[in-house]
Every structure is written in C-alpha cells, then in structure tokens.
C-alpha cells in the first residue's frame, strides 16, 4: 500500500490483516520500516488480535518469545 502520510495505509493494512484471520486464512505483512509494523500491530492490538499475530523485528533476537507464543 503505498500514499502520501495520514491517508490511513495503516488502517487499511490493519483491517485487511484482521480480515484475513477472521476468514481463517494466514497473511503476512513485511514492511520496510520498523515503525509502520509497530503502528499496524498495535491498532491490531487494539481490537485483541494479539493471539493472532507474530511480531518479528529481529530474526535472532525475537525467535524465543515466537516460540513461546507458539507453544
């Protein structure tokens, strides 16, 4: 999704992302910025999507806590 700011990409991006796992499907967001992540998980954190989600900033750093999310 690409605009100019405040134009709601994150929003957009959000409801799709919430959409796809309300229809059991998987989806995957890979953004360039750290921050546009941040800002779309927690609008998804918003609404309780936490369950749902994996963030992952760093590969190495971040593997254990998705383990443990997992299990």
Do not use: E, W
């Not at 100019?4 to 059991?24: C, E, F, M, R, V």
């Not at 953004?31 to 992952?56: E, H, N, S, W, Y």
């Amino acid at each position: 999704v690409q605009g100019p700011p405040g134009t709601g990409k994150s929003q957009l991006i959000a409801n799709l992302l919430a959409d796809a796992a309300a229809a059991g499907q998987r989806a995957l967001l890979v953004c360039q910025k750290r921050a546009a992540l941040d800002v779309v998980a927690d609008r998804l954190a918003g609404v309780g999507m936490t369950p749902f989600m994996a963030l992952i900033h760093d590969a190495r750093h971040d593997r254990p806590a998705l383990y443990a999310q997992l299990n």
